[in-house]
């Protein structure tokens, strides 16, 4: 097992990507916190995990609200004693969310503190929680969006998972030599609930599909083989990274 005695946090980790993450996290032998805003998802994902023999603990957090992080993260040291990977998962999109001159303030700001802020507020107190016991892993989840015009009309979107690429990229170059590691996955078009509204219109899907070299959406798991790379001692010479699992998009 990849992850055995590491202990993991992973956000959102009650649907989608995250909850496979998760799920694949303690497999390899990780301690998993759940990290998550809704008890029913989080408590699915818990009771997956144990079902299946892995070790996990479910705390309801709000990552939009620093002091919930805070204590999140003081919650995960108290029960495993220390923090090996930290997995930034959430993320939303607006339907509200428009080109620049036509998007609100207050859209902008939703998303830039859900998609943003939570990212900062969780690597800022799990960092400090790396540094205490020798080092760590820090896995962003990033977006096409952020890289290419792919979606320019969702301008708060794209520029918040920009912001947390430059994070990414902030941290691997400033803790380095204190053996804490930043990289950036780069998921393409998933098929996960937070574009659930999205595909249900067909043609939407099909030039999503059309839109990847593998002519196909994204899985949930997709991602799952690069989080468990990211996280495990393979990666210990791995820093400031983007890795993708887009299906070829970004490629085009």
Request: aromatic share 6%; proline share 2%.
């Amino acid at each position: 097992m990849k992850l055995k005695n590491k202990v993991a946090i992973v956000t959102g980790a009650g649907a989608g990507m995250g909850r496979s993450v998760a799920i694949r996290y303690a497999k390899e032998g990780a301690s998993v916190v759940i990290a998550e805003i809704n008890d029913d998802l989080a408590n699915e994902t818990l009771a997956e995990i144990v079902s299946n023999g892995g070790d996990a603990i479910f705390v309801p957090v709000n990552v939009g609200e620093e002091r919930q992080v805070e204590q999140m993260v003081s919650s995960a040291v108290k029960k495993y004693g220390r923090i090996d990977v930290l997995y930034n998962n959430v993320a939303k999109m607006h339907k509200q969310d428009a080109k620049v001159h036509e998007l609100s303030t207050e859209v902008w700001n939703e998303l830039m503190n859900v998609n943003m802020n939570s990212a900062f507020f969780c690597c800022k107190y799990v960092i400090a929680e790396m540094l205490k016991t020798g080092g760590g892993s820090v896995i962003i989840v990033g977006s096409p969006t952020a890289l290419v015009a792919c979606s320019s009309s969702d301008t708060a979107y794209s520029c918040s998972k920009s912001g947390g690429h430059a994070l990414a990229r902030v941290i691997a170059g400033a803790y380095g030599k204190e053996n804490i590691r930043a990289n950036i996955i780069i998921p393409g078009t998933m098929d996960t609930p937070m574009i659930k509204d999205i595909i249900e219109d067909k043609k939407i899907k099909i030039d999503l599909e059309n839109a990847a070299m593998l002519g196909r959406l994204g899985a949930s798991n997709d991602v799952d083989g690069l989080a468990v790379f990211l996280a495990s001692d393979d990666s210990s010479y791995c820093t400031g990274a983007y890795f993708t699992a887009d299906g070829g998009l970004t490629a085009l």
